[in-house]
């Protein structure tokens, strides 16, 4: 049985039309999973899914995403990539990549057929 307290409290700020995105309950075909290559696939609530694959890929509104074999919070994989990500670019930046490549590729020569 529900309180009272949280009734209201999900009244006041639950967001019914992201509720069902995230549910899938808007899905017009009624089908509960669907079979490919032998295996069956959830498409109700996949919000609730753990992820399969080991390298951090998953349903778009995964909880946790499978980081070789941890289980790490959207959130703080999300944070580390951006920040990955942050790095990589700050290195290339340093070391002038973008312009050595543009100039590699400036100097190609290409044969013209006679």
Known sequence: MRSAAFVKLREDYENVALANMVKNAN?????K??????????QSDPVFLDPTDRLGR?????????MFGNLIPTFWFNIGVIWTMSLVLMVTLYFDV?????????????????
């Open 27 to 31: 899905d017009i075909s009624g089908e």
């Open 33 to 42: 999973s669907l079979e490919k290559d032998g295996k069956l696939i959830q």
């Open 58 to 66: 998953a349903q778009f509104f995964a909880p946790r995403k499978n």
């Open 98 to 114: 973008f312009k050595k490549v543009l100039d590699f590729l400036g100097n190609i020569q290409f044969k013209k057929k006679s």
